[in-house]
């Protein structure tokens, strides 16, 4: 490819609203653009790369036995309503009438869809087991699109559904799915961590994410340094080790607290260490109050805290309803307290002795509180979130925590869809059985973003082979027609080979072409210029390496083929 004939708009500067260094280079290499908030179009260079990572993700699929469909973007909200996700999907999902009224999503993912084109065509066991699946655009209407197009509102997913006659089959079908996912991610060059995550209040079930570790990630992992425990904070749990406080249990009494609120300053007023506290937040669980309580220097984990209530939604409760629900404003609530309120307790508290909290009252506090005697332990959970530090769950070990980029999920989805849609198969009794659903997402977008985020240097994006969008950047270093057609020459010779090329063929300095070059980051440069025109001599070099090689003419091809094959090894 002729880059006269290309279009590679680089940008010299660095965008001012790209806060990460893939969604900088990536707008800098001239491979996306900006549409509007949260929506990016790629151009034909990033296109390439991205349809790379789809060759990769299609052929490992295929490899797994996996079958592609093709399913429409417009969901209609009959089959939502079905499974009861029409309401529990809530505003991220974008909803659309036709003109007759007839109302529609825009599929931020396709359980539903794929669960009723299965209903409608498999009807026995002989059929199964069966693993469908597409690469199509998902759309979500996220609270923050960011990062470019790591959390845009429409993306590219690659997702797939499997359907198993029992457990043992599902276990080979999410088997299969996670081989396949460390083939991909490898072949892609990117290094994962695969981790446990959040299943949901459905619960017990497997789900893993792939994970790539970054600064700029939102999730937060904890990996055990000595044995294979790694989990999502969402989900990781960690073994408590606090000793349950000693001497005799102190009378409960009042303390006047004036403007005393936050953790800190009660630490402060107290003379005494956060854990001491009993923090008692009010939240509203799909709409009704419940009252969390956990010690003052753990965070509440809302995802523990809304399995644990079997709640679609948990958020915090608005001012006015803490004070309607504790008789006191924010900062003074406790579970001390002859109101009706549900309450649920992290089990460190039952630990607490002699702790202080929230007396339900303006400017007041109890001290001296203890539980069993002062209040009921009611209703007991996990829901705290692990941090780093914590004894691992399952060795003890003093657990790293890290941030990650979800690069992919997957997930033993159960019944959920077979049984709330009502798909079954005859089994061999001739008796109609539900079968049981695991499904398997990747962000190939958000994959790209990865690969870049893991591959770059002060220079620009440095591609691993596998997913480059050309092979190798041939500059030329012509004055002369004569030169110029000598290099045409090579460029012919390297096209003519297979080899995917991208020929800057620019009347522009040798400077400009190098520096577009490393920005671009293809994974081998060849120039041709004052060497060759000499001695007869092309240079080579690879992106990752900052010593170039003079070749031969005779010997460039075969030196080029075997770059080619030794870049390509690293990544399978
Ligand atoms: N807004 C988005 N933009 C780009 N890719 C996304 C987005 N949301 C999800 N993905 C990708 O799709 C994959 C499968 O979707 P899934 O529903 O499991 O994501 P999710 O749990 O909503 O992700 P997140 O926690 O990041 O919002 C994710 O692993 C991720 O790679
Ligand atoms: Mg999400
Ligand atoms: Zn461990």
Same mark, same amino acid.
């Given at each position: ?140 209407? @996220? ?262 980029? @979800? ?20 089994? @061999? ?109 092309? @240079? ?33």
């Amino acid at each position: 490819m002729r880059f006269t004939r290309y279009l590679v708009p680089t940008l010299r500067e660095d965008p001012s609203d790209a806060a990460v260094t893939s969604h900088r280079l990536m707008l800098r290499a001239g491979l996306i653009r900006k549409e509007s908030a949260g929506m990016y179009l790629y151009l034909p260079l990033g296109f390439r790369a991205l349809r790379k990572i789809i060759d990769i993700v299609r052929e490992e699929m295929e490899r797994a036995g996996a079958l592609e469909f093709l399913m429409p973007e417009l969901t209609s909200a009959d089959l939502w309503r079905e499974s009861g996700r029409w309401e529990a999907m809530g505003r991220e999902m974008i909803r659309i009438k036709d003109r007759n009224g007839q109302e529609y999503a825009l599929a931020p993912t396709h359980e539903e869809a794929f669960t009723a084109a299965v209903r409608s065509i498999v009807s026995s066991y002989r059929d199964l087991p069966l693993n469908a699946y597409q690469i199509n655009t998902k759309f979500r209407d @996220e609270i923050r699109p960011r990062y470019g197009v790591m959390r845009s509102k429409e993306f590219i997913m690659k997702d797939a559904y499997s359907f198993d006659m029992d457990e043992e089959g599902l276990e080979r079908s999410y088997q299969a799915m996670r081989r396949a996912y460390r083939n991909i991610f490898s072949r892609c060059g990117i290094d994962t961590i695969p981790v446990e995550a959040d299943t949901g209040s459905m619960g017990g079930s497997d789900s893993e994410e792939f994970m790539v570790a970054s600064e700029v990630g939102e999730e937060v992992l904890l990996l055990c340094p000595d044995c294979a425990y790694k989990a999502n904070q969402e989900r990781a749990e960690y073994k408590r080790t606090e000793p349950k406080g000693g001497g005799p249990a102190e009378e409960l009494r009042v303390v006047d607290t004036p403007n005393v609120k936050t953790i800190d300053e009660l630490a402060a007023f107290f003379k005494c260490g956060a854990e001491r506290f009993l923090k008692s937040l009010i939240y509203l669980a799909d709409g009704k109050p419940v009252m969390a309580v956990v010690p003052g220097d753990r965070e509440i984990n809302e995802v523990k805290l809304k399995n644990a209530l079997g709640a679609l939604e948990v958020e915090l409760a608005p001012d006015s309803v803490v004070e309607d629900v504790t008789g006191a404003p924010v900062g003074f609530a406790g579970p001390v307290t002859k109101k009706k309120i549900r309450a649920i307790f992290d089990p460190a508290i039952s630990n607490a002795h002699n702790a202080i909290t929230g007396a339900n009252e303006r400017d007041r506090h109890f001290a001296g509180v203890n539980p069993e005697r002062d209040f009921q332990i009611t209703e007991q959970a996990d829901i705290t979130s692990a941090v780093k530090g914590d004894a691992c769950p399952r060795c003890g070990a003093a657990m790293n925590e890290r941030k990650g980029i @979800e690069v992919g999920h997957i997930f033993k989805l159960g019944y959920k869809y077979t049984k709330s849609m009502n798909l079954t198969v005859l089994d @061999e009794s001739g008796k109609a059985v539900h079968p049981i659903m695991g499904c398997y997402g990747i962000g190939v977008n958000r994959t790209m973003a990865a690969v870049i985020e893991q591959h770059n240097d002060e220079k620009g994006i440095v591609w691993p082979m596998t997913v480059a969008p050309f092979q190798a950047h041939l500059v030329a270093i012509a004055k002369t027609d004569e030169e110029t057609a000598a290099v045409d020459e090579i460029y012919d010779m390297l096209s003519g080979a297979g080899i995917d090329v991208l020929y800057d063929d620019r009347r522009a300095s040798a400077g400009v072409k190098f520096a577009d070059a490393d920005l671009i980051g293809m994974p081998i440069r060849v120039t041709v210029g004052k060497s060759y025109f000499k001695d007869g001599e092309i @240079e080579v070099k690879l992106r990752s390496e900052s010593e170039a090689k003079r070749v031969p003419k005779d010997e460039f091809l075969g030196h080029i083929r075997g770059l080619i094959e030794k870049e390509w090894g690293r990544y399978t």
